[in-house]
């Protein structure tokens, strides 16, 4: 889940700190949630957690991606980033990553959807905490085909 403080949808983008509007509606148009934020009751003004109000888990991790985002970071690590987008929200996030790669911003994503791996260039697969393979993306994505069981029912090798 995506943590948000109290405070408004700017703040949060702006990690609380001293917000530069024009830094805070960059960072929502890369995370494609400006249009999004302009619709909700006060845009970017409104607060997080305001009466009557609440933001869906997609919203919520759009705006955290835009808060990732903000003030052009070299470094940006998400995790899970496409837990519970739909999908315009997992649009959004694949145009944000390419635009990273576009800056050279390295970008270490923590995922179990593979549509996201189609995007980065190493791989590293990790289980019970250490490291099991690493390598550029479609080598590492061969082997863990490989190394996957036939589906039940489907025709594996024969015996005669």
């Given at each position: 889940?995506?943590?948000?403080?109290?405070?408004?949808?700017?703040?949060?983008?702006?990690?609380?700190?001293?917000?530069?509007?024009?830094?805070?509606?960059?960072?929502?148009?890369?995370?494609?949630?400006?249009?999004?934020?302009?619709?909700?009751?006060?845009?970017?003004?409104?607060?997080?957690?305001?009466p009557g109000f609440v933001l869906s888990g997609g919203q919520r991790q759009r705006i955290g991606l835009a808060r990732a985002?903000?003030?052009?970071?070299?470094?940006?690590?998400?995790?899970?980033?496409?837990?519970?987008?739909?999908?315009?929200?997992?649009?959004?996030?694949?145009?944000?990553?390419?635009?990273?790669?576009?800056?050279?911003?390295?970008?270490?994503?923590?995922?179990?959807?593979?549509?996201?791996?189609?995007?980065?260039?190493?791989?590293?697969?990790?289980?019970?905490?250490?490291?099991?393979?690493?390598?550029?993306?479609?080598?590492?994505?061969?082997?863990?085909?490989?190394?996957?069981?036939?589906?039940?029912?489907?025709?594996?090798?024969?015996?005669?």
């Amino acid at each position: 889940t995506i943590e948000l403080f109290p405070g408004t949808v700017a703040e949060n983008i702006a990690r609380m700190g001293t917000s530069d509007p024009m830094k805070v509606v960059e960072a929502a148009t890369l995370a494609g949630v400006h249009d999004m934020i302009l619709h909700l009751p006060a845009g970017y003004d409104t607060p997080i957690y305001g009466p009557g109000f609440v933001l869906s888990g997609g919203q919520r991790q759009r705006i955290g991606l835009a808060r990732a985002l903000y003030d052009n970071p070299r470094i940006v690590v998400l995790d899970e980033p496409n837990a519970n987008l739909d999908e315009e929200g997992d649009l959004s996030l694949l145009r944000a990553v390419q635009q990273l790669q576009k800056q050279q911003t390295t970008l270490v994503l923590v995922t179990h959807k593979l549509n996201i791996l189609n995007q980065v260039d190493t791989i590293m697969v990790l289980e019970n905490g250490e490291i099991r393979m690493v390598g550029p993306r479609q080598a590492v994505l061969e082997k863990l085909r490989a190394a996957q069981p036939p589906p039940p029912g489907s025709s594996g090798p024969q015996s005669a």
